[in-house]
């Protein structure tokens, strides 16, 4: 049995003031990577350059990280923070920018890489990564994963390389103004990963035990996400699932719903959450050892129909899609053997199409 999780992790109301003494540890000088309005409005971006001012550290900031972030972006960030010899990154914001963040710092300190290089089997490091995630839904704060866009695979892809966050900083203060929307694809991002986690070929008992905790704690939050207002202590609540979920999926991966999703993302446009949450019904379908899946609907405490309409009522978007692109995309996600090997059955390229089919075709 194999557990690794290097980061250290601190969630609660002012923990970046309650740990600002840190800073002095990582780095003197700070890239500052954000995606293009959120960081400003929900007082993240204002107390991290607080903080730094308050250690004299020097940072400049780099605000036009975009959703899904382009191997393009983390080039042109990598090249201002190689120019400005910064030594740490600090990443505020969804996974989007955190992600960036991370690609970005290995793209500093691996001064021969470049645009076609980023992506290479050579295992390499980053300056260190400090994460403060803004959504509670990739857990990115404490995964070694960065997804980016590759527009010559038309995919997403992971960079693979394993940097995890030195340092992850979880204020749900910052998340308390966040729509309806953006909060509810982001919790079944969390939602999915305890549970690809779980019904993962990789699982064992640690990462069991933290799903069983992850997924009694995401009960806590249903009513909420349902009614749409969320308390502080829901939010909290999400920030620790999401940060529990990626403790898990930084052991045994993700699967099929995330594979799957990535082409709707992708093709479709459909926010990742979202994306991995129109699948859910029927990839919980396929299983045929149903004992852990049933586990899941005893610790939500849901009737199987309860968690099919809540995902149903939350998959809010119309995907106009044909049967071609099913049959081209599934074809695509079997050759996809990464993923594939993390589920722990057998599954055909059929069953794939109808997990396709039954979920977007209606
Ligand atoms: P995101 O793409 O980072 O952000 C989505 C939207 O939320 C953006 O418009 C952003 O605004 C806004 N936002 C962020 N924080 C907010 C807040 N506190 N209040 C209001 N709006 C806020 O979304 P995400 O779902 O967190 O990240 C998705 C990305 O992470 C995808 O690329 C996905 O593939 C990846 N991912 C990574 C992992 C991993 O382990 N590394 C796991 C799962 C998914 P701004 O752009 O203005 O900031
Ligand atoms: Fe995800």
Redesign the pocket.
Request: glycine fraction near 8%.
């Given at each position: 049995m194999k557990f690794f999780m290097p980061t250290e992790v601190f969630i609660g109301k002012n923990v970046i003031e309650e740990n600002k003494e840190k800073f002095r540890e990582i780095g003197k000088k700070a890239l500052i990577v954000?995606?293009?309005?959120?960081?400003k409005?929900?007082g993240?971006l204002e107390a991290i350059e607080k903080t730094l001012k308050e250690m004299n550290i020097e940072y400049l900031v780099y605000d036009k990280?975009?959703?899904?972030?382009t191997v393009e972006t983390v080039v042109l960030a990598g090249e201002i923070g190689r120019k400005e010899n910064v030594d740490f990154i600090v990443g505020i914001?969804?996974?989007?920018?955190?992600?960036a963040s991370?690609a970005i710092g290995v793209y500093i300190l691996n001064k021969n890489l470049t645009k076609e290089t980023l992506f290479t089997s050579e295992k390499l490091k980053s300056i260190p990564i400090v994460a403060v995630?803004?959504?509670a839904?990739?857990?990115?704060e404490t995964?070694?994963?960065?997804?980016?866009?590759d527009h010559v695979e038309k995919t997403?892809k992971?960079l693979g390389q394993e940097i995890f966050p030195v340092l992850s900083l979880v204020d749900p203060t910052?998340?308390?103004?966040?729509?309806i929307g953006?909060t509810r694809?982001?919790a079944i991002?969390a939602f999915s990963?305890v549970v690809e986690g779980y019904l993962n070929t990789n699982a064992n008992k640690i990462s069991d035990g933290l799903a069983e905790t992850a997924l009694k704690e995401f009960s806590k939050t249903i009513e909420g996400l349902k009614k749409g207002t969320l308390s502080y202590e829901d939010r909290e609540s999400l920030a620790i699932v999401s940060n529990i979920a990626?403790i898990i999926?930084?052991q045994t991966g993700?699967s099929i719903p995330?594979g799957l999703g990535?082409s709707l993302?992708y093709y479709k446009n459909v926010?990742?959450?979202l994306a991995n949450g129109c699948l859910y019904k029927e990839y919980l379908k396929v299983f045929k050892n149903r004992e852990k899946v049933n586990k899941i609907y005893e610790l939500l405490g849901f009737e199987v129909e309860e968690l099919d309409e809540l995902l149903e009522s939350f998959c809010t978007v119309h995907i106009d899609i044909t049967e071609e692109e099913i049959k081209a995309w599934s074809k695509a996600f079997t050759n996809n053997k990464a993923k594939l090997k993390n589920h722990p059955e057998e599954i055909t390229e059929e069953d794939i199409v109808r997990i396709y089919k039954n979920s977007l075709l209606k």
């Amino acid at each position: 049995m194999k557990f690794f999780m290097p980061t250290e992790v601190f969630i609660g109301k002012n923990v970046i003031e309650e740990n600002k003494e840190k800073f002095r540890e990582i780095g003197k000088k700070a890239l500052i990577v954000t995606g293009r309005s959120s960081s400003k409005k929900n007082g993240s971006l204002e107390a991290i350059e607080k903080t730094l001012k308050e250690m004299n550290i020097e940072y400049l900031v780099y605000d036009k990280v975009e959703e899904n972030p382009t191997v393009e972006t983390v080039v042109l960030a990598g090249e201002i923070g190689r120019k400005e010899n910064v030594d740490f990154i600090v990443g505020i914001g969804g996974g989007s920018p955190i992600d960036a963040s991370k690609a970005i710092g290995v793209y500093i300190l691996n001064k021969n890489l470049t645009k076609e290089t980023l992506f290479t089997s050579e295992k390499l490091k980053s300056i260190p990564i400090v994460a403060v995630p803004t959504t509670a839904g990739t857990g990115t704060e404490t995964t070694q994963y960065a997804i980016l866009t590759d527009h010559v695979e038309k995919t997403k892809k992971n960079l693979g390389q394993e940097i995890f966050p030195v340092l992850s900083l979880v204020d749900p203060t910052f998340m308390m103004g966040m729509s309806i929307g953006i909060t509810r694809n982001t919790a079944i991002d969390a939602f999915s990963h305890v549970v690809e986690g779980y019904l993962n070929t990789n699982a064992n008992k640690i990462s069991d035990g933290l799903a069983e905790t992850a997924l009694k704690e995401f009960s806590k939050t249903i009513e909420g996400l349902k009614k749409g207002t969320l308390s502080y202590e829901d939010r909290e609540s999400l920030a620790i699932v999401s940060n529990i979920a990626g403790i898990i999926i930084a052991q045994t991966g993700t699967s099929i719903p995330h594979g799957l999703g990535y082409s709707l993302t992708y093709y479709k446009n459909v926010p990742h959450g979202l994306a991995n949450g129109c699948l859910y019904k029927e990839y919980l379908k396929v299983f045929k050892n149903r004992e852990k899946v049933n586990k899941i609907y005893e610790l939500l405490g849901f009737e199987v129909e309860e968690l099919d309409e809540l995902l149903e009522s939350f998959c809010t978007v119309h995907i106009d899609i044909t049967e071609e692109e099913i049959k081209a995309w599934s074809k695509a996600f079997t050759n996809n053997k990464a993923k594939l090997k993390n589920h722990p059955e057998e599954i055909t390229e059929e069953d794939i199409v109808r997990i396709y089919k039954n979920s977007l075709l209606k």
